[in-house]
């Protein structure tokens, strides 16, 4: 992202893995910025199966040598998105971001959790499997915190939204107001059922508040409001039995496997009285003889 590259040498200080709270912020519900200074949101959505990990990004923008606003500080808000639910996972501040990978059931963060869907609940201290380590910093190759997004178009009170595959057009309910701002668009990301639509200024030279964001999901049926404020108290409990609860994610496709293990254990058991019966009936073959 753009913000990184030009204010990583601002808050080399601020690295490390260590979330910190809403509070802190220049830029969110209750921003507090220079008079000169403006925030300005995006979104970015990265589904797994039928959740998703949802990013927030803000900049504290002014006016810079050149004339063209410069963050003077930059962060990251991050909600957990499950059953028209959002959960609170945390945020940071300049440099600093958080990595997520959905591998095999689980989401691994880069802050050593793990989330549990089937809670949803979170894990910690939990290692991540060594085939996605690089994907969960920086110094990966090809990393991603983003699924691909499509426009959505917004005609009256329906919303047409299509990938290529799958089309939707999506009746807005008299309570739920959608407001249209100039230079802002609306953009969908698919889940296994359904989509979750965002909106977010199409240049960084918009002012675009936390006020203005817009979230939405449509389950396929009707149309939700999702409300960022009011997920920022929502956290995720922690999952009681965290090593049982990891040991049998991690070791699904070997339990598949069981029932045949089950199968050869069984035959050979089966082979062992067969030999047992035939040294039987040989035994008392030489006794009547």
Not at 9 to 18: R, T, Y
Not at 132 to 146: Q, V
Not at 237 to 256: A, F, G, K, V
């Amino acid at each position: 992202m753009y913000k990184k590259a030009l204010v990583l040498f601002i808050f080399l200080s601020l690295s490390g893995n260590v979330l910190v709270s809403a509070g802190e912020y220049i830029c969110g519900p209750h921003s507090n910025v220079a008079p000169y200074e403006y925030c300005n949101f995006y979104t970015g959505i990265k589904t797994g199966e039928d959740d998703a990990i949802i990013y927030v990004s803000w900049d504290a923008l002014g006016p810079g040598m050149s004339g063209l606003p410069t963050p003077s500080m930059v962060g990251d808000y991050y909600f957990y998105f499950r059953d028209g639910k959002l959960y609170y996972l945390g945020s940071t501040l300049g440099a600093e971001e958080l990595f997520y990978e959905f591998h095999e059931g689980l989401w691994y963060l880069s802050d050593w959790r793990a989330i549990n869907p089937e809670g949803p609940c979170i894990l910690k201290n939990v290692t991540p499997p060594e085939k996605i380590k690089e994907k969960l910093c920086s110094c990966g190759e090809n990393i991603s915190i983003k699924s691909p997004a499509y426009p959505v178009t917004l005609n009256g009170s329906k919303l047409y939204v299509s990938n290529g595959n799958v089309s939707y057009v999506i009746e807005v309910p008299d309570n739920i107001t959608i407001p249209v701002f100039e230079n802002v668009s609306f953009w969908a990301t698919f889940l296994e059922k359904g989509v979750l639509i965002v909106n977010e200024p199409d240049s960084f030279l918009v002012p675009f508040d936390w006020s203005n964001i817009t979230l939405l999901y449509y389950d396929g049926k009707s149309l939700y409001p999702l409300n960022l404020t009011e997920a920022l108290g929502n956290c995720l409990p922690e999952c009681r039995e965290e090593s049982n609860t990891l040991s049998e994610r991690q070791n699904r496709t070997s339990s598949i496997q069981r029932p045949e293990r089950q199968k050869g254990s069984s035959n050979f058991q089966w082979a062992l009285l067969a030999a047992f019966i035939v040294l039987l009936l040989a035994f008392w073959r030489t006794r009547r003889k």
